[in-house]
């Protein structure tokens, strides 16, 4: 008997081949600051979801719904999407991504607790950045 889940696979990847780029919306969502700390800047993360393939290619979702939480704040973005990350003196709290998406006829969810690549932000250096130009979540098959 052959297993339906080559055929499932070769579908999607098909699928996505076919479907138009779809770049984020130039507008980034903004996550909020933390209630009583002064933004020294904010730095923009785009955020993306793929879906690994048995042959370990990827195909980009641009349906996963995610929750973006740090330090106590969150925000729900559909992907991908720019996301606005607000900068505060000293330590810059880890984002935690928590993301699901129908992939077939399960709904797959992906986790991800992204650290600062700068842990301290100093008020006086603006140029450095903290978390990266991008963040790929990877939903598995």
């Given at each position: 008997?052959?297993?339906?889940r080559?055929?499932i696979i070769?579908?999607v990847?098909?699928?996505?081949a076919?479907a ?40 980009e ?9 740090r ?6 973005i ?20 928590d993301?699901?998406a129908?992939?077939g ?5 992906a986790?991800?607790?992204h650290?600062?690549?700068t ?16 963040i790929?979540i990877?939903?598995?098959?």
């Open positions: 008997m052959i297993s339906l080559l055929p070769a579908v990847f098909a699928l996505s076919c138009a780029d779809y770049d984020p919306p130039a507008t980034p969502v903004a996550l909020p600051p933390e209630p009583g700390k002064p933004v020294l800047q904010r730095e923009t993360v785009t955020v993306s979801a793929f879906l690994v393939g048995a042959s370990s290619s990827l195909a979702l641009n349906t996963a719904r995610c929750e973006i939480a330090g106590g704040r969150t925000v729900t559909t992907t991908p999407m720019m996301l606005s990350i607000p900068v505060h003196a000293g330590a810059q709290a880890p984002l935690d991504i993301c699901s129908q992939i006829p399960r709904l797959a969810r986790k991800l607790r650290l600062p690549e842990a301290n932000a100093d008020p006086a250096d603006t140029a450095t950045r903290h978390y990266p130009k991008q790929a990877r939903f598995r098959q």
